[in-house]
């Protein structure tokens, strides 16, 4: 199967293409420049010098594919950049309307543990993405050569909670984490590893279930009504 995968959950945008677990093409984009562990042969895009559907049909060149050739959607639903996530979903309803390709929803948690383990980081592994607020998205792996599990359900924790933690000397990771934990280990989400892992997944779904991935409820005030003028 012919796989287009889009990861927006993080400051590090990334589309690529991938048929039976091999990456043909992978584009990225981001705002602090090249992650330094991008693997030789994805094309960088500085961010603000393209849209996300020229990142597709770059990708699309790199895998020598026209769009018709893609069967299947993979999009990462975060948690992260809500705005970045609900893009991709857009992105997915519309191409699954126009083309009928299946969709798939990943954890872009289960991704980031899924690039810990390709760059070797083993053991017990928590994965960190901030949810603003002075709050994370924090979730824990086990990770080994072989494969890896989640031991610990996703959960948001405060800076506090997450501070006594690294001073156990456990092994954080995620996008951006060194700005508030040094002694932690910047990974950024990768379209590449999103579309590998939907190779093993057969759970499509139609695009009105595809949800992010946020823990807490979407609150919003209501504006009041607007008072008569008075004369």
Known sequence: ??????????PQRSVAVARGGRVLGEVIE??????PDQKAGASPRQSGATEAFSMIEAALREAKLEREQ???LAVGLGPGSYTGVRVAISMAQGWQLARGAKLLGV???????AQARAEGIFGRVNVMVDAQRNEFYLATYEISAGGWNAVAPLRILTVGEIQSRTE????????????WFPGSRTIFPRAATLAQLAVEQSDFVTGEKLKPIYLRETNYAKVPPRKPATR
């Not at 199967?1 to 993080?10: G, H, V």
């Not at 092994?171 to 984490?177: D, L, S």
């Open 1 to 10: 199967m012919t796989i287009l995968a889009l990861e927006f959950s993080s």
């Open 30 to 35: 981001t705002s602090t420049g090249l992650h």
């Open 70 to 72: 893609i069967e299947i």
């Open 107 to 113: 954890s872009s948690m289960d991704g980031l543990a």
């Open 168 to 179: 156990a000397r456990e092994i954080f990771i995620g996008p951006e984490v060194t700005r």
